[in-house]
């Protein structure tokens, strides 16, 4: 495993939509493990391929509840609104309000080429909309209601 270098707001690779994974290869668990471990180095719940270099539609999210890996993941329901603070990864000391949905259910498949399904509310919900984004080419500074700098 290694440690990627995160990709940082300016980047042209966070700006493009991800492609779809066309199959699910030795190289594509090892970017999971790879990505997952970047993660957990930088302190963070959550991770897109792009983020790090690669613009195929890769997530990997950590809430507290254990490790989630999803590759082609889409958005098949949302329910509710709930603004809260965000941070990102590939945006260092900018927060921000960003409206979400409440609740969503997430499908994708996972390193063993099977479809899963994720039902999920409040941070873990916010974590994987913020990872989906990602793929879109949409940073969460783009959504915010305000933004704020760090307290140094």
Known sequence: MAILTIRKAGDPVLKKKAEPVASI?????????????????ADGVGLAAPQVGVSQRIIVVDVGEGLIELVNPVITAKEGSLVSMEGCLSVPGIFGDVERCASVTVEGYNRHKKKVRISAEGLLAKALQHEIDHLEGILFIELAKTLHKEQS
């Open 25 to 41: 290869d030795r190289k594509i668990k090892q970017l999971l493990d790879d990505m997952s471990q970047t993660m957990y180095q």
